[in-house]
């Protein structure tokens, strides 16, 4: 029996071999972007590549090669951000899963952890879904992270924030030495005195009058430093808490979508 958990790590006939019509191929999607002046810019990458490996070893499950650059061009005026326009990333994508598709895989989940590329993998999946019927999904890790945590307690601030908690503490478990940590402390979204709209985040997200819209601005009338949430209850123990409430999940969600 097969035992090779990544495609890269197989020959041409071992993936020959694992691939059949229930083989689920995941592949990790990433970003390098600003994360505040206490985490690498890699985060989303880290983050969905070491999700990525706790799943390694699922039956019926290959892990694809990461993208570790995803869209992220709001963030271009701060320094190690590299973003690939909208139009690339939907060739990037379409042709690594054209790819799969034409040696026989059938079912695809995109394990992304950067919200930037959402719009790129919707846009892939649908003509995979038109044009060859191929089963796609995607796991949302960070809002994964924040609906799994909400209600138990485990967050202090109580969900997930751009630089926050949740990234703070993934990150001191998997790769806690590029970590800065007297950098570790609060700095929230900017806001406009007097004005009707209150800011989320730096994708656009806006209250107004109790609703939910979209105000698009320069990133540095949102953030100076990339941290939109607190960290400071960050910790190594409860990244590893999350970790595990991530991989659980989704290895449920993979199993039930191997027989979708």
Known sequence: MHTKSYLLNMTWREFQEAVNPQTVVVIPLGSSELEGTHLPVGVDTIAAEGLAARLAGMEGVIIGPAIPIGYSKWFMPYPGTISLEQETMIHLLGDYCASLVRHGVERIVFLNSHRGNNAAVETVAHTLVDSHGVKVGM?????????????????????????????????????????????????????DEGSGFTFKNSLGD???????????????????????????????????????????????????????
């Open 139 to 191: 796991l949302n890790l960070w809002k994964l992270a924040g609906q799994l945590t909400s209600g138990t307690g485990l967050v202090a601030e109580g969900g997930f924030k751009h630089g926050g908690e949740i990234m703070a503490s993934l990150m001191l478990a998997l790769k806690p030495d590029s970590v800065v940590r007297q950098e570790i402390k609060p700095d929230m979204v900017k806001q």
């Open 206 to 260: 806006a209250d107004f009058q109790g609703a939910m819209q979209t105000v698009y601005r320069d990133i540095r009338q949102i953030t100076d430093t990339g941290t939109m949430g607190d960290p400071s209850a960050a910790s190594a123990e409860k990244g590893e808490a999350i970790l595990d409430m991530l991989t659980a999940y989704a290895r449920d969600y993979l199993a039930e979508f191997r027989d979708l």
